[in-house]
């Protein structure tokens, strides 16, 4: 949980999902020539938030939250001209005791990434975790994600998820 310290799990020996299954990675998507023109207006899109999100580290297992298949791209949705982004992760067992943790991380990845103008929602896919509301409740109260911020503890192990790989 957020304010929690979430490596407590990982960093006691056994992990929850010792053997979890790996996807392939998608491809990376070629730049057109339109993304390229800096005259033209380059609205984001799902995919380029999906990329953003894609190769964070998962906080248990050195595999990306893509590999693990924690995000997909059919589950971003972007709306550039009302400048929101929705983001539907999938924990790979539903007790993850990570789920905020990597609810949290996404979330930071966008924030850092995206113009100030965007609403950034982080949740769980609906039926995919025993405590999905109470994870989204906190992912959604900006006080809470602030006050987890400010946890120098947590900061480090959200900025070791966004690190890339080692």
């Given at each position: 949980m957020v304010g929690q310290d979430p490596s407590a799990?990982?960093?006691?020996?056994?992990?929850?999902?010792?053997?979890?299954?790996?996807?392939?990675?998608?491809?990376?998507?070629?730049?057109?020539?339109?993304?390229?023109?800096?005259?033209?207006?380059?609205?984001?899109?799902?995919?380029?938030?999906?990329?953003?999100?894609?190769?964070?580290?998962?906080?248990?297992?050195?595999?990306?939250?893509?590999?693990?298949?924690?995000?997909?791209?059919?589950?971003?949705k972007v709306n550039d001209a009302e400048s929101t982004v929705s983001v539907e992760f999938t924990p790979t067992i539903p007790h993850c005791s990570m789920a905020t943790l990597i609810g949290l991380s996404v979330k930071v990845?966008?924030?850092?990434?995206?113009?100030?103008?965007?609403?950034v929602d982080v949740h769980i896919t609906p039926g995919t975790h025993a405590s999905e509301h109470a994870v989204n409740k906190q992912l959604a109260d900006k006080e809470r994600v602030a006050a987890a911020l400010e946890n120098n503890h947590l900061l480090e192990v959200v900025n070791q998820c966004l690190s890339g790989r080692p």
């Open positions: 799990s990982a960093a006691g020996g056994a992990l929850e999902n010792a053997n979890p299954l790996i996807y392939r990675r998608q491809g990376e998507r070629p730049v057109t020539a339109r993304e390229e023109d800096d005259e033209l207006p380059d609205a984001i899109d799902d995919r380029e938030i999906f990329d953003l999100i894609r190769s964070i580290n998962d906080p248990e297992h050195p595999l990306t939250l893509e590999e693990l298949n924690v995000v997909e791209q059919v589950r971003v990845k966008l924030i850092r990434s995206l113009p100030e103008r965007f609403k």
